[in-house]
Every structure is written in structure tokens, then in C-alpha cells.
């Protein structure tokens, strides 16, 4: 028994044909605890710059759509645009007078708790009809 402590006295001139993995599980293993260390300090890290102030940086209130479905107590829902109750045949104007005048409209969607999300995905669905490509769904941040 002088070989290694794999061979025995029937096997000593035969090799070994098996796959040792119990180094690559080691290195995967190290890797994914190196990536799940370093990936959230570098998520929160970020670039700080002192932004310049400029008057004409926001975006004028009359360019912005900003689309509110509100719950009512007796059941569905009240849909405002831009803080005017409307509903979704009144708000085709207003999209095509946005659009219009800027070409690059986001809505700004927000939406009551109670509210299905198939109500507020029909809304979006009608807004994506008019024209407009790009939206936001409106939250608030909770503390855990």
C-alpha cells in the first residue's frame, strides 16, 4: 500500500476516472459569498455632485400628466388628470394637447390601495392607446 489511498491491491494499475468537484463547489461557493458582500456596498455607494441650480429645470406643471385614480367609498373609482376629475373618454384632449406639445410624455400614475389592479391597468391601457410611452406608478416609501 505505498500509492496513494485511493488505489487498492486490485486497482494499483488502473486510474482513476472520476471527476473530483469538490474544489469547483469550493471556489463557486467562495465566489457567491465575495459577490453577496460586495454587491450591496457598491448598490448604496454612490457618486455625490453638486448639481447647479437653474430656473428653467423643471418640467412646467401645464407639460405634466399626472393620472389619479381615487377609491370611493360606495365601491370603483374617480379618476382625476393633472387634479381634474375626468374619465377616460374625457382625458383623450388632454393627452393629444400634452403629447402635442411634448412628444416624450410620461404619466405619472397613482393609485388608491383599494383600488384593483385591473382597474388601474386599464387606465395605463387607455393612456398607451392616446400615445403616451412612458409611465410611472406613484408609492410611498414604508418604514420596515
Do not use: W
Not at 459569498?33 to 455632485?49: N, W
Not at 387634479?83 to 397613482?110: W, Y
Request: with cysteine; net charge negative.
Amino acid at each position: 500500500m505505498l500509492g496513494s489511498s485511493f488505489e487498492s491491491s486490485e486497482e494499483a494499475g488502473e486510474i482513476l476516472s472520476e471527476i473530483n468537484v469538490t474544489p469547483l463547489v469550493d471556489v463557486v461557493l467562495v465566489l457567491l459569498i465575495v459577490f453577496l458582500i460586495t454587491v450591496p456596498s457598491l448598490v448604496s455607494r454612490g457618486i455625490e455632485v453638486n448639481l447647479p441650480n437653474a430656473t428653467s429645470g423643471n418640467t412646467p406643471d401645464d407639460l405634466r400628466l399626472t393620472v389619479t385614480l381615487r377609491h370611493e367609498p360606495q365601491g370603483g373609482y374617480e379618476l382625476y388628470a393633472n387634479g381634474v376629475p375626468t374619465d377616460l373618454e374625457k382625458i383623450e384632449p388632454l393627452v393629444a394637447d400634452l403629447l402635442q406639445r411634448n412628444d416624450e410624455l410620461t404619466a405619472i400614475v397613482a393609485a388608491d390601495e383599494g383600488i384593483p389592479y385591473g382597474d388601474v391597468v386599464q387606465v395605463v391601457d387607455r393612456l398607451a392607446a392616446l400615445g403616451v410611452r412612458d409611465f410611472c406608478l406613484s408609492t410611498e416609501h414604508s418604514s420596515p
